[in-house]
Nanobody
Framework: QVQLVESGGGLVQPGGSLRLSCVAS????????MGWFRQAPGKEREFVTG????????YSADSVKGRFTISKDNSKNTVYLQMNSLRPEDTAIYYC??????????????????WGRGTQVTVSS
């Protein structure tokens, strides 16, 4: 079992930046694929970005490429999502998720076994 806790959300103006954190606890020694998802009101949950805890490759949705970056600090069991040049359409609840197996990229949310409770990001002037 893995427990995930997100933090760092909030209200930011368009063009601003935020950094989200996801702290993992429990059985964290395996090579999990860590993903960030988001869900806006009335929309389906969508994959934002992700990568393996023991790997270097990362994958991002086209809508966030060049603006969002995933990084990790394995010594702290923490994954980060740096979000720059934020837009109103980035407003959503952001979730951290973990799984050992992904069938394809972008991975579906159904492939993830462990989820955090989410953190709200609101981009508005």
């Amino acid at each position: 079992q893995v427990q995930l806790v997100e933090s760092g959300g909030g209200l930011v103006q368009p063009g601003g930046s935020l950094r989200l954190s996801c702290v993992a606890s429990g059985r964290t020694n395996d090579n999990y694929f860590m993903g960030w998802f988001r869900q806006a009101p009335g929309k389906e949950r969508e994959f934002v970005t992700g990568g393996r805890t023991m790997g270097r490759d990362t994958y991002s949705a086209d809508s966030v490429k060049g603006r969002f970056t995933i990084s990790k600090d394995n010594s702290k069991n923490t994954v980060y999502l740096q979000m720059n040049s934020l837009r109103p359409e980035d407003t959503a609840i952001y979730y951290c998720a973990a799984t050992l197996y992904i069938p394809y990229i972008p991975p579906p949310s159904s492939a993830f076994d462990f989820w955090g409770r989410g953190t709200q990001v609101t981009v508005s002037s």
